[in-house]
């Protein structure tokens, strides 16, 4: 790969199914479920861009979405679920340490309010966990949003909502990662 972490795009479609998966997990969450659903894709298909790419696993997520198949919502659930909480500690991927730094900027009641408020979420939403495009956005504007999610109460635009935000979160990783 190249120093930036991303090989060129053009050449992706050559690489071997280990390196594809590095790949995914430069843009998306480490996640199994994502790797056995794209890799193949990242084979088969040519791309010219990298958001290219990002759109078509975002159509493969939103496949998944709108199926009938609890087999499906599961793995759906279990590709957003790979996206860490909003707010957690102990975080493993160095992307989303470095996303969500200013929401751990010392505000002891506000990581609270952020606990309480992923909890709630996950009761609302079984199997789903609140994902969002932070993006510079600081904690009451994050908070807003999650609770204007939760009133929603509507699990078919919540999961519409989380593919989009990995979408954007991943187009965004791309471009850190070109420059």
């Not at 998306?28 to 078509?56: G, M, R």
């Not at 159509?59 to 957003?80: F, G, K, N």
């Not at 493993?92 to 009641?109: F, I, Y």
């Amino acid at each position: 790969m190249a120093s930036t972490g991303l090989p060129s795009i053009s050449t992706l479609h050559s690489l071997q199914s280990p390196q594809l998966a590095a790949v995914l997990d430069l843009l998306f969450e480490p996640c199994v479920p994502l790797h056995t659903l794209s890799v193949n894709l990242l084979h088969e298909q040519t791309f010219s861009s990298y958001d290219d790419l990002i759109t078509s696993i975002g159509v493969q997520l939103t496949d998944l979405a709108e199926s009938s198949s609890t087999s499906d919502t599961r793995w759906l659930e279990s590709i957003l679920g790979a996206h860490p909480r909003l707010g957690e500690k102990k975080i493993d991927s160095t992307q989303s340490k470095e996303e969500q730094a200013q929401l751990a900027s010392g505000h002891h009641a506000g990581e609270d309010k952020l606990s309480e408020m992923n909890t709630l979420y996950e009761q609302t939403f079984p199997g789903l966990r609140y994902v969002a495009f932070v993006n510079g956005r600081d904690r009451p504007a994050i908070l807003d949003d999650m609770q204007g999610r939760i009133d929603r109460k509507d699990i078919s635009l919540e999961r519409a909502e989380a593919i989009k935000a990995m979408c954007q979160i991943a187009a965004d990783r791309a471009r850190k990662l070109q420059q």
